[in-house]
């Protein structure tokens, strides 16, 4: 509520609240950048590595810019703050700004068709892909529309497209059913990327549609989208962000002597020994940090059903691999190149063996635009367990199985290999721990309002509760 301030006597009990914020991503900016705004001035922000942005990490690659994590602005439209905020600052390109691309519907998926290479260096017909992709797009609609309708808790969406697939498949021409069934676990495998998930059978059904789709084709930031964070971190004085404090616990309903004469309600404790006193504390750790960390991070513990929110919303791990060749292999009106890997079916569980087919899960690659200021650059997106076991490859490994794999679906063993690569690995990350959260199986949307209600439940307690 912009019209409160810190003078405000129904939000001053101390003149100037402690406001220790956890995390120095978009969220933990964001929060500290309003609260400024407002007047508040006693604000720390703790952050554990050595950099702003969180999974916002754009870095310099081949001749341009490539994002590490967050890559699209989805659902580009005046109802999301993110484009209201990159557009306030100038940072899009005027085709996002283009009011027919705002109010098109992209589905939160790449909106083009790809091209299919096979994994013994065939194609498949555009006609043929373009049968199972409405067919797959069609399944996901009808698994969006379970929301409020009947279906078990137990219910997924993979579970859903299965029965789907089975069900349609015997009405398919003989000779189809194997590509098919390979286009479709393609297809499923380019999902668990866009729900961060290692499978779809661990996403639940019932809330699937809960997510509100934007109008807007998605777009992306020229001057990448850690311009986005920058800007919103440049108000902020000097010394308010605190890089590599990593915060350890969370004393967060006691009484703590501050310096001066007041008494504070919280205690932050970093990991290296200092600590902060506040009257009030936003955590913005990754759900994935949570998941490993909650039981110690917070003293007292969260009460039960923020500790089973926790427990029970998914996080998974969707990891980027980024190559760049000296020439494109690919048409230039291709943006996206899907690999069909003959033998691969949604009907047949992927073998456990992730050291020889971990590969086979990467499905999907994006082209990277514009090829005049990157080069030419494919970004890979591999999810789940496979995405996980990758990150513990080396440099050269991964080298060489993408030599292999651009080798063999382009049937050409003469391809010269990538100039470079660059992978993500946001698993390994100790204080990430994944990519994004989803709603899984026994869990619902209520979890994600649980954990982003303030504590202590005290109605008295909550003022700063109405700042937003
Ligand atoms: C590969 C990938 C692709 C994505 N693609 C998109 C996309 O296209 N579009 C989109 O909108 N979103 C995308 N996302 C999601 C988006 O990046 C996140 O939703 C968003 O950046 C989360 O911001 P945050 O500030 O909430 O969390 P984070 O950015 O994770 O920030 C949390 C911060 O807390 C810090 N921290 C954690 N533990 C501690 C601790 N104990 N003490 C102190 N600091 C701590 C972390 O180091 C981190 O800096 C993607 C994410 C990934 C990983």
């Not at 508040?40 to 703790?46: E, M, T, V």
């Not at 789907?164 to 069934?181: A, G, P, R, Y």
């Not at 089973?308 to 791990?317: C, D, E, S, Y």
């Not at 047949?348 to 080069?375: H, T």
Request: with cysteine; aromatic share 10%; proline share 7%.
């Amino acid at each position: 509520d912009s019209s409160l301030h810190p003078g405000d006597p129904q939000l001053m009990a101390p003149p100037s609240p402690a406001v220790v914020i956890v995390g120095a991503g978009i969220s933990g900016l964001a929060a500290a950048e309003k609260l400024h705004k407002h007047g508040f001035q006693n604000i720390k922000i703790l952050e554990a590595t050595g950099r702003t942005g969180g999974r916002i990490y754009t870095q310099k690659y081949a001749k341009g810019l490539v994002e590490i994590g967050a890559q699209w602005i989805h659902g580009p439209s005046p109802d999301n703050p993110i484009f209201q905020l990159a557009s306030q600052f100038g940072l899009l390109s005027p085709d996002a700004l283009l009011e027919e691309n705002q109010k098109a519907y992209g589905n939160n998926h790449p909106s083009d068709m790809p091209v299919v290479y096979t994994s013994s260096g065939g194609n498949i017909s555009a006609a043929a892909l373009a049968d199972i992709m409405g067919l797959f797009i069609t399944w996901l609609e009808q698994a969006r529309n379970f929301t409020n309708s009947r279906c078990g808790p137990e219910d997924s969406v993979g579970s859903f497209i299965l029965q789907q697939i089975v069900n349609s498949s015997q009405e398919w021409d003989k000779e189809l059913v194997d590509t098919n069934m390979a286009l479709l676990r393609g297809l499923l495998n380019m999902e668990c990327c866009v729900s961060g998930t290692h499978s779809m059978d661990y996403v639940a059904l019932c809330p699937f549609g809960e997510y509100t789709m934007l109008a807007g084709i998605d777009c992306t930031f020229p001057t990448g989208f850690e311009s986005l964070v920058n800007r919103i971190k440049a108000p902020l004085p000097s010394g308010m962000v605190v890089l590599n404090k990593a915060v350890k616990r969370i004393d967060w309903n006691g009484s703590f002597q501050g310096n001066d004469s007041h008494v504070y309600p919280v205690e932050v404790q970093c990991e290296d020994g200092d600590s902060f006193v506040a009257d009030h504390v936003i955590v913005t750790v990754p759900l994935g940090f949570l998941k490993k960390q909650s039981a110690d991070f917070f003293s007292p513990e969260l009460p039960t059903s923020k500790m089973q929110a926790i427990k029970n919303l998914g996080f998974g791990t969707n990891n980027k691999i980024l190559v760049e060749f000296e020439k494109p292999f690919w048409d230039p009106n291709t943006t996206l190149i899907q690999v069909l890997w003959e033998g691969d079916s949604p009907l047949i569980e992927p073998k456990e063996d992730l050291k020889q087919n971990w590969i086979r899960k990467l499905s999907i690659f994006v082209v990277l635009e514009p090829p005049a200021q990157l080069g030419h650059v494919l970004c890979g997106f591999i999810a789940g367990k496979e995405a996980e076991f990758m990150e513990t490859l080396t440099y050269e490994e991964i080298l060489s199985s993408m030599t292999d794999l651009f080798r063999r679906i382009t049937g050409n063993p003469e391809l010269p290999p990538p100039v470079s690569i660059l992978r993500s690995q946001w698993y390994s990350q100790p204080y990430t721990g994944g990519s994004y959260s989803y709603v899984a199986v026994g869990s619902s949307g209520d979890d994600l309002d649980n954990l982003a209600e303030p504590l202590p439940t005290d109605k008295e307690a909550l003022k700063v509760k109405y700042m937003f």
